[in-house]
């Protein structure tokens, strides 16, 4: 029997903002979505500087944009 990770993926809820100068509650946004997977970019919720990206690795979000 193969163990599982206790946790599937991790979601940010805050990031340090340069601009802010602090840790600031983030949003998350959708760039694009690609065969392997969607990419997303991390928004600072306060003043809206951009503070990372993020690619997850589900392609079901693809499969659901092409016809079949």
């Known amino acids: 029997m193969q163990e599982r990770p206790s946790y599937e993926e ?4 805050e ?4 601009r802010c100068r602090q840790a600031r509650p ?3 946004r959708l760039l694009i979505v690609l065969p392997q997977g969607s990419k997303y970019d991390y ?3 306060v003043c809206g500087e951009s503070l990372g990206t ?15």
């Open 10 to 13: 991790l979601e940010v809820s």
């Open 15 to 18: 990031l340090f903002c340069p």
């Open 26 to 28: 983030v949003r998350q």
């Open 43 to 45: 928004q600072c919720r």
């Open 54 to 68: 993020k690619t997850d690795d589900d392609p079901t979000a693809f499969s659901v944009l092409l016809p079949r």
